[in-house]
């Protein structure tokens, strides 16, 4: 099981298994890829990502060229989930087409407390955010955070047949072109949107506060206020715009779902795929 090899935008060596790697960001989506590639993905332990656009180091499992797709992670202060949603469907439209199967993918979800708290979380998991997931056939394995226990979850993982996932049906069969064509891009836009009209919302309570006082300090931070909203604004109506753009498709056309697979680490992570 060795490794020094990366697939990046566009590059076409993505011929065997295919493995997506999704979680909140310092979820250990790259902590888990370099253990099973010997990659150095870069790691840090804050709110912010580290992994910018997805890439693929790769793997030989038991002799088989596998990809593991690092995707960067949900809930970054820098970027809203839409965006970075956004970013990963370009990346599987542009590399994966609608010719490469997807073998699994695994989302990671960490879990810090200690083992009682876990496992009562977990219930509360499997009870609401991860029930569609379980019902569509999501799999609990337990893991620690070490090479033996990543790769024991990967065989496991690579058992499953390849598919098409859903994103990847949509383009091939709806003639999707860009990102707001898909249905997850819909989603995605409408969250934007969202975000945009309470923006202005508040820029324009600013704008009132400003008319009606005459404080100097008051104007003075309802200005910085009204400046830090307004490059917010500009930053979110340039991400939705952006899911506009016609995607440039190297493979062919690309989204389904493969095997589920929700993994519990006692104090350190677990994981949880699609």
Known sequence: MTSNNSTKMGDPKLDGPIVLVFGLTGAGKS????????????????LYSCTKTAEAPHAMIEGVDVAFVDTPGFNDP???????????ATWIAENLGGTR???????LH??????????RRQMQHMGGPWKLMLDAGARIHEIGNDKKDCFDLTIAMLEGEPVFIQLQEEIKNQDCNSFSDTACGNEAIIELQEQINFVQ??????????????????????????TDAKKKLDQLRNARNRMFQKWVMVAAKAWGISVVVISAVAAIHYYVGI
């Open 101 to 107: 199967k997807i073998t699994t993918v695994l989302y």
């Open 78 to 88: 820098e970027r809203s989930d839409a965006e970075i949603l956004h970013s990963t």
């Open 31 to 46: 902590t888990y890829i370099n253990n099973i590639t010997g990659a150095s993905l870069p790691v840090r332990d804050d």
């Open 201 to 226: 919302t508040y820029i324009h309570d600013l704008d009132k506060l400003r008319t009606r006082t005459t404080s100097v300090e008051v104007l003075k931070a309802a200005h910085q206020e009204r």
């Open 110 to 119: 960490s879990i810090e407390e200690t083992k009682d708290v876990a496992e």
